[in-house]
């Protein structure tokens, strides 16, 4: 299956989810958990479910647009995204201070970025 299709002359993405993580999310959010959401992607926002025979799916889109942008899970999405940036900060500090500025914290920056600094945490 194509990531990238087309549906009614839209551009559209499909995204596959595993329906047995999909059910453990469900019962979490169900039991009064709703962290998982933080950790299903943004673009299924306001997905448009085209076939769903257990219901499945509708009740996974009505929890994520309901409670996406909740503060706790806006928090949890914040707190998570700084976590990623001070890890990878870390790693890319490390390297620039072991004389290897174009090592693996920067790859995916490429070689026509000016090379890495000391990273600062944000604010």
Avoid: C, N
């Avoid at 620039?96 to 000016?114: N, Q, S």
């Amino acid at each position: 299956m194509d990531y990238f299709a087309t549906d009614t002359g839209r551009g559209v993405e499909r995204i596959p989810l595993d329906r047995a993580e999909l059910e453990r999310d469900l019962a979490s959010i169900d039991g009064g958990d709703r962290t998982p959401i933080a950790s299903w992607p943004i673009q299924l926002y306001r997905g448009r479910v085209l076939h769903d025979p257990t219901g499945l799916l509708g009740r996974f889109v009505a929890l994520f647009d309901e409670h996406l942008f909740s503060p706790e899970i806006v928090a949890l999405k914040i707190a998570r995204g700084l976590e990623s940036y001070r890890e990878h900060a870390a790693r890319v500090t490390a390297e620039a201070a072991a004389g290897r500025p174009g090592g693996t914290g920067v790859a995916a920056l490429g070689d026509e970025r000016p090379r890495p600094r000391p990273v600062l945490d944000p604010p």
